[in-house]
């Protein structure tokens, strides 16, 4: 090999070198683009895992009272407004009572 040959095999490896290193860049440029991303969909995830959190137990509390409306309604009392606490005759259905306890 002479001279001309083996510094243009360096030049051939020095670009080859050099193309590496820019593919190098672009992937960590990928990478990092990426691990944004994935920290910020995290943090998103982890908000809505405490709001949906937050409307379960709001749901639980409302499913509570309906219970507890339920119960008091078979114990043969009136819950809708007009005669709230007050026996039903008989235990008869009240209309405004029933309606209380099939709304959604």
Known sequence: MDKKEIFDALEDFSQNILMTLAEVEAIK?????VIDENTALRLENSKLRERLEKDDKENAKTNFGKVNLENIYEDGFHI????????RDNDEDCM????????D
């Open 80 to 87: 809708c407004t007009f005669s709230y606490g007050q026996r």
């Open 96 to 103: 405004f009572c029933l309606e209380l306890l099939n709304r």
């Open 29 to 33: 440029k990928h990478l990092q683009a």
